[in-house]
């Protein structure tokens, strides 16, 4: 079956601009995490969700948001751009039920964000 | 707060030299435990993972991981490593019951040397 599909894979944007990535989950998952990783931080939680519905959030600024369509498809946005906020961007998704399987989490490539 | 910490961030080792790489924890309550590896120019992957029961677990490719709960540890180990596995290792823990977010150490470089 199909795996995670992050779009797109490399963009170059400038401080001050805005971006918008998007993740399809595997068919049937209904959970979608997004990671930021960059070297010498391995990866930190930006948020989680379920059905539509934020369930987690780390400790990223306001500047950082994202939403889930109902077919389980999610996007994050990260809105006037800093140059610290190049990393490569992860979306993982899970069957996100209550159960340790639902927790496994299967990774896109990424999408590598490199902001000037 | 709640994190994880990976000792080691950058081995080298020979090619049949045995591998342990340290993974401790800061949880409050029952934890599930991973470790995902991301070969060069591949997407990250699951390598092992425990839930329950014993507490020596076994992965792909020879890997096994040790859960401590007293030492709040999951190690993981191989007895003799090869070139392919050149990668990065990723600790990863979340809370039992209902879902709470996973997270993650900051990774482990491994080189293996032919």
């Known amino acids: 079956k199909a795996g995670v599909t992050q779009t797109p894979r490399y963009l170059i944007k400038t401080r001050g601009q805005q971006v918008t990535l998007s993740c399809s989950p595997i068919s049937g998952h209904r959970s979608v995490s997004w990671y930021q990783q960059t070297p010498g931080q391995g990866l930190q939680f930006l948020f989680e969700y379920f059905s539509e519905t934020q369930r987690n959030k780390g400790n990223f600024p306001g500047r950082f948001s994202g939403r889930q369509f109902s077919n389980s498809r999610s996007e994050m946005n990260v809105s006037t751009l800093e140059l610290g906020d190049s990393a490569l961007y992860l979306c993982a998704s899970s069957a996100g039920l209550a159960g340790g399987g639902a927790n496994v989490l299967t990774f896109g490539a990424g999408s590598r964000l490199t902001v000037l | ?114």
């Open chain 2, 1 to 114: 707060a709640q994190s994880v910490s990976q000792h080691n961030h950058h081995v080298i080792l020979s090619e049949a030299a045995s591998l342990e790489l340290g993974c401790n924890y800061s949880y409050g309550g029952t934890v599930n435990l991973f470790w995902y590896v991301q070969y060069p120019g591949q997407h990250l992957q699951l390598l092992l993972k425990y839930f329950s029961g014993d507490p020596l677990v076994k992965g792909i490719k020879g890997f096994e991981a040790e859960f401590i709960k007293s030492k709040f540890s999951f190690n993981l180990r191989k007895p003799s490593v090869q070139w392919s596995d050149t990668a990065e290792y990723f600790c990863a823990v979340n809370l039992s019951g209902g879902y709470q977010k996973v997270t993650f150490g900051i990774g482990t470089k491994l080189q293996v040397i032919p």
